[in-house]
């Protein structure tokens, strides 16, 4: 199967191009979660979230993409099927207005979670990175660590389908081995979106540009509404294209030590965001 990472097209068990695995089988030996971090910089979990709870909260953000004219009227409002014209939207915020979605990424189950894995009282940013990808569009290879550097780099982001998301439909992908690539680690990885001159931030398009430089391979796979993928702020990533006709919900939060510096343009009632 060829599937579309970034601006290639990879073949899924080929040289480049495998399949994620998850560590559901040990989701409650925090032990054994963090030396598979370590190893991995990832962890794919199936089933995190409460899947009836993702669901409610997807219908109301297709609520809200409906009233502002993006979706297709002659369709199921649950396939978010783009209208006409309509391009990828970011709603990124603290969503104040959607608490279906708050409930799952500020919730008791995730909160306690990361206070498990960090052996802290955690905190999550006020401002979530809600986006609606839409045909064609795709995002660009890099480290998060890029955009919210100013705190504690002891950050972890969570990618949240907000639905199912088969390949078409453009999910996530990482670069494995990426988070020991310590020349990339001091060079792209010690940038400042808004201090330095790096445009979006994306370090490339072409995920084979990483990997035939610095090694690893990429890795994707299928995701359900549930399912979450946790990693840390030096892990490369990108997203598949979305060829499909549907948009491709999806949410980054972050999660770190309440006792840990926290990067001020995403937090508090207001966040400022990118800002120099």
């Given at each position: 199967?060829?599937?579309?990472?970034?601006?290639?097209?990879?073949?899924?068990?080929?040289?480049?191009?495998?399949?994620?695995?998850?560590?559901?089988?040990?989701?409650?030996?925090?032990?054994?979660?963090?030396?598979?971090?370590?190893?991995?910089?990832?962890?794919?979990?199936?089933?995190?979230?409460?899947?009836?709870?993702?669901?409610?909260?997807?219908?109301?953000?297709?609520?809200?993409?409906?009233?502002?004219?993006?979706?297709?009227?002659?369709?199921?409002?649950?396939d978010g099927i783009m209208a006409d014209g309509s391009k990828t939207?970011?709603?990124?915020?603290?969503?104040?207005?959607?608490?279906?979605?708050?409930?799952?990424?500020?919730?008791?189950?995730?909160?306690?979670?990361?206070?498990?894995?960090?052996?802290?009282?955690?905190?999550?940013?006020?401002?979530?990175?809600?986006?609606?990808?839409?045909?064609?569009?795709?995002?660009?290879?890099?480290?998060?660590?890029?955009?919210?550097?100013?705190?504690?780099?002891?950050?972890?982001?969570?990618?949240?389908?907000?639905?199912?998301?088969?390949?078409?439909?453009?999910?996530?992908?990482?670069?494995?081995?990426?988070?020991?690539?310590?020349?990339?680690?001091?060079?792209?990885?010690?940038?400042?979106?808004?201090?330095?001159?790096?445009?979006?931030?994306?370090?490339?398009?072409?995920?084979?540009?990483?990997?035939?430089?610095?090694?690893?391979?990429?890795?994707?796979?299928?995701?359900?509404?549930?399912?979450?993928?946790?990693f840390g702020m030096f892990l490369m990533h990108c997203s598949l294209?979305?060829?499909?006709?549907?948009?491709?919900?999806?949410?980054?939060?972050?999660?770190?030590?309440?006792?840990?510096?926290?990067?001020?343009?995403?937090?508090?009632?207001?966040?400022?965001?990118?800002?120099?």
């Open positions: 199967m060829l599937l579309k990472v970034g601006n290639r097209e990879l073949e899924l068990g080929g040289p480049h191009l495998t399949e994620l695995r998850d560590s559901n089988h040990i989701l409650h030996d925090f032990d054994a979660l963090k030396n598979r971090i370590a190893e991995d910089g990832y962890l794919l979990i199936r089933g995190f979230h409460d899947r009836e709870q993702v669901l409610k909260a997807r219908r109301s953000i297709l609520e809200k993409m409906d009233k502002m004219g993006k979706l297709d009227r002659d369709t199921l409002l649950e939207i970011f709603m990124g915020g603290t969503n104040e207005d959607l608490p279906e979605l708050l409930s799952v990424l500020n919730g008791n189950h995730i909160m306690e979670f990361f206070d498990k894995l960090l052996g802290k009282k955690s905190l999550t940013y006020h401002y979530k990175w809600l986006r609606a990808v839409g045909r064609g569009d795709f995002t660009g290879a890099h480290y998060d660590i890029v955009y919210m550097g100013r705190g504690t780099h002891n950050l972890y982001t969570v990618w949240s389908p907000i639905g199912d998301v088969n390949y078409a439909m453009g999910g996530l992908a990482i670069c494995l081995d990426s988070h020991n690539f310590e020349e990339l680690k001091k060079s792209y990885g010690s940038k400042d979106a808004d201090r330095d001159d790096i445009g979006i931030g994306h370090f490339t398009d072409d995920p084979l540009v990483i990997t035939e430089k610095f090694g690893g391979k990429w890795a994707t796979t299928e995701f359900e509404a549930g399912d979450v993928l946790i294209e979305n060829t499909s006709n549907q948009y491709r919900l999806s949410v980054d939060t972050r999660y770190q030590s309440s006792l840990d510096k926290v990067d001020e343009r995403w937090s508090g009632k207001k966040p400022r965001g990118h800002h120099t």
